[in-house]
Nanobody, 134 residues
Framework: QVQLVESGGGSVHPGGSLRLSCTASGFHVSDQKVNMAWFRQTPGQEREGIVSLYLRRPGTHYYDDYADSVKGRFTVSVDYNQNGMHLEMNSLKPEDTAMYYC?????????????????????WGQGTQVTVSS
């Protein structure tokens, strides 16, 4: 049974930083078949895919995709020891305020658009709130 647990959300001032974590069980992040991603959602809005990561060959570095809205400010990394991933968020803006979700799927996702699409994923965490305000 796959479970995803997010942590690390909170409140920060504009320009601040936060680090989110997602810990997985039921699969290992080194599994080449697994795609993982971070999404965020504000009330009344669709869930937005912001970062995805995946492995395609054993022993290789993971690949990642970023939405334009976070590119250059957010960085995803894999934590093989904790079997999860982290999302380092810098230069935070008020428009980054949202509930942030970790997602995973073993379905093949061959394009960036597919990897950043919420309906591509069947496993979700409960979410962690990020609030950026002065």
């Amino acid at each position: 049974q796959v479970q995803l647990v997010e942590s690390g959300g909170g409140s920060v001032h504009p320009g601040g930083s936060l680090r989110l974590s997602c810990t997985a069980s039921g699969f290992h992040v080194s599994d080449q078949k697994v795609n993982m991603a971070w999404f965020r959602q504000t009330p009344g809005q669709e869930r937005e895919g912001i970062v995805s990561l995946y492995l395609r060959r054993p022993g290789t570095h993971y690949y990642d995709d970023y939405a334009d809205s976070v590119k250059g400010r957010f960085t995803v990394s894999v934590d093989y020891n904790q079997n999860g991933m982290h999302l380092e968020m810098n230069s935070l803006k008020p428009e980054d305020t949202a509930m942030y979700y970790c997602a995973a799927t073993s379905s093949p996702l061959d394009t960036t658009s597919a990897r950043l699409m919420s309906r591509s994923y069947e496993h979700w965490g409960q979410g962690t709130q990020v609030t950026v305000s002065s």
